[in-house]
């Protein structure tokens, strides 16, 4: 196969980007655990899930509990995905099936620009106009609310042009022969080509949910970063990301493996998130 | 003429084809006879299967594409853009080159159209067995109706999507090259098939495959490029046309000179 020179040079130089690109995630998570390895060793690792509170500085009685904002990561994970979904994914039917041309190349031009926006941009956003909104709703504004909104609009663009994409690779056959039995345009889309994309449209998502649960500057903003398991959407919340960036600067030896192993838990949460997107049988 | 056009199931008068500037084909005219299996043979780029697809109005999906001229169904002129596009697929089906079925169980295959159509579960099961059982496929999916028509051989999807026109009880089934993408036993078996079905429908049939038409057409058109267009030069009885084709070029591509 490999008989030419250049050929085989080729090979070599892909294979070794390719290596250092996959153990660079090796290498990162290894950081994480070298200097999280204190919690580990000593057991404290338990006291991250038993312990009610969060005072890692407190001289009398600290405590580790970081459920709560574990809990918190979710659910603004959660929210944002069930909020920024829906309309991803109908805005990419539109643009696919409906949409006049100008149009779909100014919603592609938008929704790049809206996915190159900088976080720290819609957290001004969602604390200037977003969060004194819910304020009147229910104080205090900053909330779980106030972070899922935010952080859907983030993932939006995500989800729409991942579905688009999806949308576009289906077999045109497929559309076709849909047609050809007399199917109506709404019937061609949602029992043929979305079921036919599932599988892009939900790698898609999972995408996104992993994008929004490592999101940090704009929650940070918006949440209003009380550590304590929220009771309704209308409650202050502090998610974990929050939490390392909030006290990394002045946490000191053992506070700072303490946040480190906060880190290494939200990762092996993303890993989780990442094996739910099962491989689909293929029909 | 008159009673020719009675006969026929499909009458086509001047039918012009453009896409953008381009004119794929001009000025056809032809009588698709009922339950008859009409050919239309021609080397490639001569409009055959643009004129396929305007029988059914699969055109319409094709953006620039623009067609003029009459094609009479039932009494009623078809390129007229206020036709019932959806009714008329229903009653002209299509099965194309390449198998295309959905790619969910066998059983939806069938219920996706049905249903569409207004047909209950209980007449959505019995059409399906029907159609699956005219096509010879019954006995071969009957256990699996409930797994993936992608897992099926490729003449075994082709025999399910014709089953799947079928089962709307057409009046009329295209074929565009029904057996190209198929292994030689594979293609034998749908060729049989389509032999089969002239008693029910009305068959139009594309292929390449000149013995094929020899074998099964009773009608048969020769598509050419004449002044930059595709349009008809011969048609008529096949077996005339396979004698003694009036046609220069007709005469040069069915004698394999040429094409």
């Known amino acids: 196969m490999f008989r030419h020179r250049n050929d085989r040079g080729l090979k070599w130089l892909l ?14 998570v290894g950081f994480l655990l070298v200097e999280a390895w204190p919690v580990f060793s000593s057991g404290q690792i338990f006291a991250f899930f038993s312990d009610g509170a969060w005072q890692p500085g407190s001289d009398r009685e ?24 829906p309309p991803g994914i109908l805005a990419a039917i539109f643009q696919i099936y409906y949409s006049p041309k100008w149009l779909a190349t100014f919603q592609d031009r938008a929704m790049e620009l809206l996915a190159g926006v900088p976080s720290i941009i819609f957290g001004f956003w969602g604390l200037t106009v977003i969060v004194p909104i819910i304020n009147q709703i229910r104080p205090p504004g900053q909330s779980l609310l106030a972070g899922g909104i935010v952080l859907g609009l983030m993932i939006l663009p995500t989800v729409s042009l991942t579905t688009r994409a999806a949308l576009q690779a289906i077999d045109r056959s497929l559309v076709y022969g849909g047609a050809a039995l007399g199917l109506s345009r709404p019937r061609q889309i949602f029992s043929i080509a979305l079921p036919a994309a599932r599988s892009g449209i939900l790698s898609g998502c999972m ?22 398991i929220p009771h309704s959407i209308f409650d202050p919340v502090r998610p974990v990301t929050s939490t390392i960036a909030l006290e990394m600067g002045y946490a000191t030896e053992g506070h700072r493996s303490l946040l480190y192993a906060a880190g290494f838990v939200l990762v092996v949460l993303t890993g989780f998130l990442l094996l739910l997107r099962r491989r689909e049988p293929v029909l | 003429m008159a009673q020719e ?22 000025n056809v005219n032809l009588d698709i006879p009922r339950n008859q299996i009409s050919a239309l043979v021609g080397p490639s780029g001569c409009g055959k299967s643009s004129f396929l697809n305007s029988l059914n109005r699969l055109t319409d999906l094709i953006p620039g594409c623009r067609v003029k001229g009459e094609v009479i169904f039932q009494t009623q002129n078809l390129t007229d853009s206020k036709h019932d596009v959806l009714s008329l697929r229903r009653q002209i089906g299509m099965v194309f080159q390449k198998p295309n079925p959905f790619p969910q169980s066998i059983r939806r295959n069938f219920e996706i159209p049905l249903r569409e159509h207004g047909f ?45 026109a079928l089962a709307l009880e057409p009046e009329v089934i295209l074929f565009d090259e029904p057996c190209s993408a198929l292994d030689p036993i594979a293609s034998a078996v749908v060729e049989d098939l389509i032999v089969s079905l002239r008693e ?27 002044d930059g267009s595709g349009t008809i030069v011969e048609s008529g009885d096949a077996g005339e046309i396979f004698q003694s084709p009036s046609d220069p070029d007709a005469l040069n591509y069915l004698c394999g000179a040429r094409g």
């Open chain 1, 207 to 228: 995408l996104a949910m992993t994008r929004a649960i490592g999101e940090t500057m704009a929650v940070v903003m918006v949440c209003g970063n009380i550590a304590k």
């Open chain 2, 200 to 226: 029910r429908v009305t068959v139009v049939i594309v292929t390449h495959n000149l013995a094929q038409a020899r074998r099964i057409a009773d009608q048969l058109s020769v598509f050419w490029v004449r």
């Open chain 1, 15 to 28: 294979s070794g980007v390719a290596l250092i690109c996959g153990s660079l995630v090796i290498g990162i």
């Open chain 2, 120 to 164: 209950s579960k209980k007449e959505c099961r019995d059409r399906m067995v029907e159609a699956l059982t005219q096509v010879g496929l019954w006995e071969e999916v009957s256990d699996r109706l409930e797994k993936g028509a992608a897992n099926l051989s490729g003449g075994q999807q082709q025999r399910l999507c014709i089953a799947r």
């Open chain 1, 62 to 85: 600290p405590q580790f509990g970081i459920t709560p904002m574990l809990l918190a990561s979710l659910a603004v994970t959660l929210l944002a995905t069930a909020l920024a979904v």
């Open chain 2, 5 to 26: 056009s009675e006969l026929a199931a499909i009458s086509v008068r001047n039918l012009s084809i453009q896409y953008g500037d381009f004119a794929a084909l001009q």
